[in-house]
Nanobody, 124 residues
Framework: QVQLVESGGGLVQAGGSLRLSCAASGSIFSINAMGWYRQAPGKQRELVARITSGGSTNYADSVKGRVTISRDNAKNTVYLQMNSLKPEDTAVYYC??????????????????WGQGTLVTVSS
């Protein structure tokens, strides 16, 4: 079993900043790409930012220049630093990871894992 637990969401005024964290735990052998997605009310879930195990990143055009994704491989944790927040950034933010896991080397398998989501609300 692998779990992703997010933290750091909350209410912030427009122009403010938030830092989201997502920690993976369980029988983890390795973690490939990790990412943050968001889903606003009435909209589809969309990619915000993604980072590979080697540190390569990509961002949605709507957040470029305002958001930075990073990871601490030793802690199995990914972060999302969000600055200059706008009301349109309001959404539930979900952490995602591609994880190789299993109780032993002979039983490893690849899992696509999602966190439970953390709400970010930006007031105008």
């Amino acid at each position: 079993q692998v779990q992703l637990v997010e933290s750091g969401g909350g209410l912030v005024q427009a122009g403010g900043s938030l830092r989201l964290s997502c920690a993976a735990s369980g029988s983890i052998f390795s973690i490939n790409a990790m990412g943050w997605y968001r889903q606003a009310p009435g909209k589809q879930r969309e990619l915000v930012a993604r980072i590979t195990s080697g540190g390569s990143t990509n961002y949605a055009d709507s957040v470029k220049g305002r958001v930075t994704i990073s990871r601490d491989n030793a802690k199995n944790t990914v972060y999302l630093q969000m600055n200059s927040l706008k009301p349109e950034d309001t959404a539930v933010y979900y952490c995602n990871a591609g994880v190789v896991a299993g109780p032993g080397l002979a039983s490893l398998r690849y899992l696509e894992v999602w966190g439970q989501g953390t709400l970010v609300t930006v007031s105008s």
